[in-house]
């Protein structure tokens, strides 16, 4: 059954004149709109620092559904609703794309996303898919997500689409995400933590790890130090930047301007946001703006 809309909600299209995010003027350009990101909080950070590497001209709106995290651990339904209410607001900047951040909402949300909209949606799982395939040499794949993730097979089914005979091992890290949030990125807890969680994809014999979360990034030499120099460590940011990258191009959407503007939004504690957001994305996240919801 196709998941109820929220009240009042209503689909949206490209408008044909925004304000452009960077100056407040209405922009008819296409290329000179934002492009909008959103996650279920302040992982997406690595997603967006990937594509300001990548992209440094563009304009970013970030929205960090930070009131209703983690997404998770939420039953789909719940997901879907969240990402169309996230997916709303970013439209209703005027945007030219919307990225979808965050892993869980790329699993279970994308296609009820892209049927509200005529812009281009982009998610995680495809390019982070093709990226560990294409360092997998033995098709044995391990891949790391969040539970509802893990649950809705998406990267499974992406990848086994891509690679048929692929052998693929996926394992649930529910602890990972707090333990990057308090910043435990290299202690005994860390460590112990992350050697627990992939001791069975070890055993599997991979030789190439998927991290299909936002938060994964920041653990990535933890997890290369437990797994060895033989399996090697894709994250689906750096992916999904290039994939992006692509997709602007294709369309003739890229904007030319030389130096490009990053806003943030979120559903609450934008003081977090900022003091935490910082370990994911460095100092320019100066300050984030609270929305109602
Ligand atoms: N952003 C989520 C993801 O990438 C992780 C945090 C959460 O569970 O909300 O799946």
Redesign the pocket.
């Known amino acids: 059954m196709p998941p109820r809309k929220p009240t009042g909600w209503k689909p949206r299209t490209l408008p044909h004149a925004t304000p452009s995010a960077s100056n407040g003027k209405v922009s008819l350009r296409p290329a000179d709109r934002a492009i909008g990101v959103f996650?279920?909080?302040i992982?997406?950070l690595t997603v967006l620092r990937a594509l300001v590497e990548e992209l440094p001209n563009e304009d970013f709106i970030y929205l960090g559904?930070t009131a209703r995290?983690?997404?998770?651990?939420?039953t789909d339904e719940v997901i879907i609703r969240y990402s169309r209410e996230n997916t709303e607001f970013l439209l209703a900047k005027g945007i030219k794309m919307l990225v979808v951040?965050?892993?869980?909402?790329?699993?279970v949300a994308l296609e009820a996303i892209a049927r509200d909209t005529t812009i281009p949606v982009i998610g995680?799982i495809e390019p982070g898919a093709r990226a560990v395939v294409k360092a997998s040499r033995t098709g044995k794949i391990g891949v790391i997500?969040?539970?509802?993730?893990v649950a809705s097979g998406a990267y499974t089914r992406t990848i086994q689409s891509l690679r048929p005979r692929a052998e693929i091992y996926t394992r649930a890290c529910?602890l990972l995400?707090p333990l990057v949030e308090e910043g435990w990125t290299d202690n005994d807890v860390a460590e112990r933590t992350v050697s627990y969680y992939l001791e069975s994809l070890k055993q599997s014999g991979i030789d190439a790890l998927l991290l299909?979360?936002?938060?994964?990034p920041l653990l990535i030499a933890m997890f290369e130090r437990v797994l060895g120099p033989e399996v090697k460590v894709v994250d689906s940011a750096t992916a999904t930047a290039a994939a992006v990258r692509e997709r602007l191009r294709a369309l003739k959407l890229a904007r030319r301007a030389t130096q490009g503007t990053r806003s943030f939004f979120v559903t609450e504690s934008p003081e977090r946001f900022v003091r935490v957001g910082r370990r994911f994305f460095g100092p320019q996240v100066e300050s984030a703006v609270r929305i109602e919801r």
Do not use: F, I
Request: hydrophobic share 20%.
């Open positions: 996650d279920s909080g992982g997406g559904d995290l983690p997404y998770g651990t939420k951040a965050c892993n869980t909402s790329s699993a995680v997500a969040t539970e509802a993730t529910p995400v299909g979360c936002t938060h994964y």
